[in-house]
Nanobody, 128 residues
Framework: QVQLVESGGGLVQAGSSLRLSCAAS????????MGWFRQAPGKEREFVVA????????YYADSVKGRFTISRDNAKNTVYLQMNSLKPEDTAVYYC?????????????????????WGQGTQVTVSS
């Protein structure tokens, strides 16, 4: 089992940057693929980005490609989401999630159902 704690959210202006962090408990962090999802008010949760357990593969939603970057530090049990050129439509609660899987399949890692463990979320608000 793994517990996830996100941090780094906040209120920023459009065009700004933020870096979210997700710290995981446990000694098997490197066995988990990690993902970031977000949920805006009145909308369903949506996939943002995922990274395989080794960090070799990353997958992005089209809406954030070229602006967001996911990375992980398995020695620190932490996954990061660097968000640049933020837009008002990026406003949402961002959730970190962990999946016990070796898959590198893009189609699977985009599915919320793949992830058994979720953090509590961190609010990102981008003003225009």
């Amino acid at each position: 089992q793994v517990q996830l704690v996100e941090s780094g959210g906040g209120l920023v202006q459009a065009g700004s940057s933020l870096r979210l962090s997700c710290a995981a408990s446990g000694r098997t962090f490197s066995s988990y693929a990690m993902g970031w999802f977000r949920q805006a008010p009145g909308k369903e949760r949506e996939f943002v980005v995922a990274i395989t357990k080794s960090g070799s593969n990353t997958y992005y939603a089209d809406s954030v490609k070229g602006r967001f970057t996911i990375s992980r530090d398995n020695a620190k049990n932490t996954v990061y989401l660097q968000m640049n050129s933020l837009k008002p439509e990026d406003t949402a609660v961002y959730y970190c999630a962990a999946a016990w899987t070796s898959t590198t399949a893009d189609s699977l890692l985009r599915l919320g159902a793949m992830y058994a463990y979720w953090g509590q979320g961190t609010q990102v608000t981008v003003s225009s």
